[in-house]
């Protein structure tokens, strides 16, 4: 094993460092999907590409076609071959890859992230990525939240399992989810079917906590469930000094309702929040802006603190449109579910990681925020009775998740691999010894 992790080590940093220079938004990861399925098909796994592993009518927060259309024609020019590019079309992308040993075991999926940020990347010398020269090449694009470690970590696995494929037993699914930034791309996934039957449901992320490398969290809480929310108000323009009267300002009514979402009362029986990320209106000093436009999302500790927050965050936006007698459209582009991670799994990483080199600390749970749409994956594969977890991986972070300077160590790679590669070993020398 750790022959394996030590002479892979080297193409881990060149795979990450690939992926981290073209990063693409959520459903637009065509030549990400592209490049990830060509390295799985050399290693001989069944693909599933696109709209074979989307149940496309599940998805939300879809870009607009003119968009998908020029994101579709830059991937063509980067050499996306047409028979992948058509069944990826119309932002049906990620996909999924299977490899079945032929011989009894259990079935194990893995869930690794693909999408960017609309963050436009620092080209300060100080940012690894820029005076290493992988920095992004797509404008206002950015891997900000470690997805492309996790691609690599995922090839990693798949990699290995390709290589030790005679040693193992069972069947394995590689997710490659889309869309994962607000919570749009694992329904899609989850909807599909992928988790049937799966005994085992492994999904995790680089960061999100500093902790130093070579330390492993088995287990997370405090994951929130999530709402998001795309508010548009329409009013009507007028001439702000000849006519103000016969304007209805939309802008006036998208920052009344910005200001009091953050008044919702906060709930005894748990954590919420809110937040207004985007508000775009108006056109000129002296016109009455007839449109306007929010992103917003609000989260809770459980589904009925998430649906308060969500209640009361569409009373307070309907409520400033009658205030300034515009109206209003409100489109759900995402959510996550709350979610627990199987305790009985804790010992099973902890056993796995004993003689690892590369793991150093295996921790029981740690505590986080934020959300996650792996929690649709987790939940459907323990609602059949199987055992799920979501792992962290410790790196030093000089700046947050979301952050323009954003990097992470990538010596965490090979530990975060070893660490996958381990319990897979562990899981199925568990079931041989079970038959003898």
């Known amino acids: 094993m750790s022959e394996f992790i030590h002479n892979l080590t080297q193409q881990l940093a060149q795979w990450r ?7 693409e938004l959520g459903f637009t990861e065509y030549l990400t999907t592209y490049r990830i399925g060509k390295m799985l098909e050399e290693w001989n796994y069944s693909l599933f590409v696109g709209k074979e592993a989307l149940d496309s009518d599940a998805r939300v927060g879809i870009p607009n076609t003119t968009l998908l259309t020029h994101f579709e024609q830059k991937a063509k020019e980067h050499g996306v071959e047409d028979s992948w590019l058509c069944k990826m079309t119309g932002g049906n992308t990620g996909l999924v890859a299977t490899f079945d040993t032929g011989r009894p075991g259990k079935h194990i999926a893995l869930r690794f992230d693909i999408d960017a940020l609309p963050i436009n990347e620092s080209t300060h010398q100080s940012h690894i990525p820029a005076s290493e020269a992988f920095n992004s090449i797509n404008s206002r694009v950015m891997h900000a939240c470690g997805h492309d470690g996790h691609i690599t970590i995922g090839l990693g696995v798949a990699k290995y ?16 989810q889309p869309a994962e930034e607000g919570g749009r791309g694992a329904l899609a996934m989850t909807k599909k079917g992928w988790l049937a039957g799966v005994d085992r449901f492994y999904a995790g992320h680089i960061g999100i906590k500093e902790m130093p490398v070579g330390t492993v969290a088995a287990t997370v809480k405090g994951f929130l469930a999530s709402t998001k929310l795309n508010v548009r108000y329409h009013g009507n323009a007028s001439h702000a000094g000849i006519n103000p009267e016969a304007g209805k300002n939309a802008l006036l009514s998208a920052s009344s309702a910005a200001i009091h979402l953050y008044g919702i009362p906060r709930h005894s029986a748990g954590t919420t929040r809110v937040n207004v990320g985007k508000l775009e209106a108006g056109i000129g000093r002296n016109i009455i802006p007839d449109e306007a436009f929010m992103e917003i999302e609000v989260r809770g500790e459980t589904k009925e603190l998430n649906n308060y927050m969500a209640d009361h965050a ?21 959510s ?7 305790s009985s799994i804790i010992n099973d990483i902890k056993n796995a990681c004993e003689k690892s080199k590369y793991v150093k600390n295996v921790i029981s749970e740690t505590s986080v925020s934020g959300s996650e749409d792996a929690s649709f994956m987790m939940n459907e594969v323990q609602k059949h009775g199987g055992q799920a977890t979501y792992m962290l991986f410790g790196t030093k972070l000089d700046y947050p998740h979301h952050h323009p300077s954003f990097d992470f160590q990538e010596e965490v790679l090979p530990v975060a691999v070893d660490t996958f590669t381990r319990i897979i070993e562990q899981e199925n020398t568990y079931v041989l010894n079970r038959g003898r």
């Open 17 to 23: 460092r690939m992926f981290h220079s073209y990063p």
């Open 161 to 176: 399992i390709y290589e030790h494929q005679s040693q193992l037993v069972g069947k394995f699914t590689f997710l490659f």
């Open 314 to 334: 569409k009373r307070i936006i309907n409520a400033a449109a009658e205030m300034h007698d515009t109206k209003c459209e409100i489109t759900t582009v995402g």
């Open 336 to 342: 996550t579910e709350k979610m627990s991670c199987s």
